[in-house]
């Protein structure tokens, strides 16, 4: 990974130091060499010693930068390709998991209260029968936009499964939790997706998990998500349950 102060230069201005610095180091070992085996100096010494480095470095150096900010620019597309989902361009399930795990190990050192959601489209599998799944990708990625717009800097949103989002909120409890799901619910059910002269309606089930001392892994946590969710969709969909365990 480039530090940030070599991204802040660029390649012309690390260009730049670098042919100084070649200058600086050629002269100074051409010096120090003759200074060593007691020959004069000349002055057309010290000029080849501070024109090949001129000529020479800018050439090298700028094909040694080029490849190395374009291998950095790969390394960085694939670390991004590796965490998110392809069609809705959210984070996919393992970095959501690897999240999860790191908000809980922060939450059991230091007492914080976090939540989590796990959205299911209602009749989502009807949508691809009718209209075809290029309707239903759609409809993934309306809700992943709509979704992305609600959230806070600092909360996770993920492709769960085809047709889940899981989000993952620090500090927020179990109250604010259900408020925000009901604003979510409510957002979603009031968006329509236009695909080839169809208006596609929307509504989702949600189900939410508030951390409590009481869950001791995220197994445990995530099986409560599912419980919520199931919950959920036993009620009759587009509602919304909260779980949270008790000591």
């Not at 012309?12 to 050629?26: D, E, F, G, I, R």
């Not at 959205?119 to 290029?134: A, E, I, S, V, W």
């Not at 009759?236 to 779980?243: E, P, S």
Request: hydrophobic share 45%; glycine share 6%.
């Amino acid at each position: 990974m480039l530090p940030p102060w070599v991204k802040k230069l660029g390649k012309k201005n690390l260009v730049v130091l670098l042919t100084m610095a070649s200058m600086l180091a050629s002269t100074g070992i051409s010096v120090v060499l003759r200074w060593l085996i007691q020959v004069e100096i000349s002055i057309s010494g010290l000029l080849i010693s501070l024109i090949i480095p001129l000529v020479l470095t800018p050439f090298f150096g700028s094909i040694f930068f080029k490849a190395y900010f374009e291998l950095e620019e790969m390394r960085t597309q694939l670390s991004h390709l590796s965490v998110t989902d392809d069609l809705t361009q959210v984070y996919n399930r393992r970095y959501f998991i690897g999240r999860a795990n790191d908000e809980l190990s922060r939450a059991k050192r230091y007492g914080q209260v976090f939540s989590m959601l796990l959205l299911d489209l209602d009749d989502f599998k009807q949508t691809n029968d009718r209209l075809g799944h290029p309707a239903g990708d759609e409809v993934l990625c309306m809700v992943a936009d709509t979704c992305v717009r609600a959230i806070r800097e600092v909360d996770v949103l993920a492709r769960y499964g085809g047709d889940e989002f899981a989000l993952l909120i620090p500090n927020l409890d179990q109250q604010h939790a259900w408020e925000f799901a009901e604003r979510l619910r409510t957002l979603l059910d009031e968006s329509v997706v236009a695909y080839e002269g169809h208006a596609i309606q929307i509504t989702v089930s949600i189900g939410v998990v508030t951390w409590t001392p009481a869950i001791t892994d995220l197994d445990g946590l995530i099986y409560l998500m599912d419980k919520a969710l199931y919950d959920a969709k036993r009620a009759g969909k587009d509602t919304i349950k909260v779980l949270k365990a008790h000591s």
